[in-house]
């Protein structure tokens, strides 16, 4: 079966420190998408991508990036992790406007 | 801008008893509009979702939303709450070329009592 899949399911860095998030999806989606979860915000789009090679930025961009050298995976990348990073994130893809996201199960990230 | 309010941040509602969750939008064209569910450590689910046609949309687990655009809302409801349907619940409108990007409401959690 088709999935998406995120790991870790779990991360503790400290501060300062350089941090990747996977997501590989098996749908051939050609859309995905990273969100972060917080109390009071729920989600707020990071960034997201069309297809190969394209990445755009999100309402909450900043001290983050992506890209996309295959249609499977679009890691996330804290260029220098920060505690405002303290967060849930979530990956998502989708084959069209229409259809719905599918999402993976999460990344718990902490940053100490 | 475009934007999704859930009015309600939390609803409590027994089990069996029937359940309606508001859900508001704006947006300039006609929308994408979908409905998630979210289980505590969970991603979330696409529940149901409306882009053009029937006005009230069926969705899984017995859910079902309709659309009123005099009104710019989305209110998903079920007849019969299961303690099993306790959980978070997202609004969500697609924005954006294609309706590609989606923008989320701040959710409501529900909780059933027995």
């Known amino acids: 079966d088709a999935e998406i899949t995120q790991s870790p399911r779990h991360k503790i860095t400290e501060t300062g420190r350089q941090v990747t998030l996977a997501c590989h999806q098996t749908w051939n989606h050609n859309n995905m998408f990273w969100y972060r979860q917080d109390l009071g915000h729920g989600l707020r789009l990071i960034h997201y991508?069309?297809?190969?090679?394209?990445?755009n930025k999100g309402e909450v961009s900043d001290g983050y990036s992506v890209s996309r050298s295959n249609t499977e995976d679009l890691p996330l990348t804290l260029e220098s992790a920060a505690s405002s990073q303290t967060s849930v994130y979530f990956c998502?893809?989708?084959?069209?406007?229409?259809?719905?996201?599918?999402f993976g199960s999460g990344t718990r990230l902490t940053v100490v | 801008a475009q934007s999704v309010t859930q009015p309600d941040i939390h609803i409590t509602v027994s089990e069996g008893a029937s359940l309606e969750l508001r859900c508001n939008y704006s947006y300039g064209a006609t929308p994408y509009l979908f409905w998630y569910v979210q289980s505590p450590g969970q991603g979330l689910q696409l529940l149901l979702k409306y882009f053009s046609g029937d006005t009230l949309v069926q969705g899984i687990k017995g859910f079902e939303a309709e659309f009123k655009r005099s009104q710019s809302s989305f209110n998903l409801r079920k007849p019969s709450v299961h303690w099993s349907d306790a959980a978070e619940y997202f609004c969500a409108v697609g924005a954006g070329t294609g309706g590609f990007k989606t923008i989320f409401g701040a959710g409501t959690r529900l909780f059933v009592k027995a």
């Open positions: 998502a893809s989708s084959d069209s406007g229409a259809s719905g996201y599918t």
């Open positions: 991508s069309y297809g190969v090679h394209d990445t």
